[in-house]
């Protein structure tokens, strides 16, 4: 009877386990929620098989051919992304300077989220410079750097919320949804190589409340530099590394930041310092809207952005 017995319990256990697993395997399979799909680049740039690794000096053209891939989520417009090929000199090749500047000829989608959070991928487009061929000849083999370098504009999209009280400066010992003179969040970003990475608040006054968000590059590409949106990546120190910023209207109150320049109450420009830059805003909250709850903020980062790609090319002397 008791061997009976242990056979039952065990068989009950193993059932247990299995609807167990298979609740577990349900939840595991469910789309989580998110705002965007993420990620820390814009635009990927890369050559591949053209130009070849090695060439001759006689008489043997070839071509560049730059891929572009949006692993970001802004969709660049047409004519926002240029591609240059510079390390080299034009004419040694039979082109000019002008010969290997390209503009894009189209919308640059950026990757988005589907109805059940699957990530659809941004789009590529390649940027063909045909037919270089080495003027001269060399004795030996002679090697060139290609730089293709691209220069585009971005937008990085981030949200984050505020903490609100009816009592903001807790004088009624009421216990609230969040505490907001004690809250700090991590924003959401859409993918981008320039984040706001951190939103953090703090009372001000019975009906006001401060908070503070950092602006930071947060992509890792080598030699990758910002400059003021619209400039077409100017090397100017004055419009290098300066971010417009544009925080949405809450609608809770009178929003400024004092912070910006160049700009209104809530937009403005920042300058990142060692890839780091920090705005500060107040709202003056109105009566009504002093009641215990979250509020979205939403915040724009707008900019140019520049990055560059190298491959070697070896040109080698034809035998005759």
Not at 147 to 154: D, K, L, S
Not at 303 to 320: G, I, L, N, P, S
Request: proline content about 4%.
């Amino acid at each position: 009877m008791a061997r009976r017995s242990l056979l039952i319990v065990s068989l009950a256990l193993l059932t247990l386990l299995l609807l167990l697993a298979g609740c577990s395997g349900d939840n595991q399979n469910r789309p989580k929620s998110k705002s965007f799909v993420g990620g820390t680049t814009g635009l990927e740039i890369s050559m591949l098989g053209a130009p070849p690794a090695e060439v001759f000096d006689s008489d043997s053209p070839f071509d560049v051919s730059v891929l572009v891939r949006n692993s970001g989520e802004y969709t660049v417009p047409s004519g926002k992304v240029t591609m240059s090929v510079i390390g080299i000199n034009p004419a040694d090749f039979g082109k000019t300077s002008a010969d290997l500047t390209q503009q894009s000829t189209e919308d640059l989608g950026g990757a988005q989220l589907d109805a059940q959070g699957n990530t659809i991928p941004g789009d590529t487009t390649t940027f063909e410079f045909r037919d270089l061929k080495y003027q001269e000849n060399v004795s030996g083999s002679v090697p060139f750097i290609f730089r293709a370098v691209a220069c585009y504009y971005y937008e990085t999209h981030a949200q984050a919320q505020l903490c609100l009280r009816q009592d903001l400066l807790g004088k009624t010992g009421e216990q609230g949804v969040c505490d907001p003179n004690k809250f700090t969040m991590n924003a959401d970003n859409s993918g981008a190589p320039v984040q706001v990475m951190m939103l953090q608040q703090h009372v001000a006054g019975s009906k006001k409340i401060e908070f503070s968000f950092t602006v930071k590059q947060v992509d890792k590409t080598p030699g990758a530099r910002i400059s003021e949106k619209s400039t077409t990546c100017d090397q100017n120190l004055q419009k290098q590394n300066r971010i417009w910023i544009e925080v949405a209207d809450p609608g809770i109150g009178q929003l400024k930041c004092t912070s910006l320049r160049d700009g209104t109450d809530r937009t403005g420009f920042v300058t990142l310092f060692n890839g780091e830059g920090q705005v500060l805003c107040r709202i003056d909250v109105n009566q009504r809207d002093l009641i215990d709850a979250l509020k979205v903020v939403k915040i724009d980062l707008k900019y140019d952005y520049k990055q560059y790609t190298d491959k070697e090319v070896v040109v080698k002397h034809a035998r005759e």
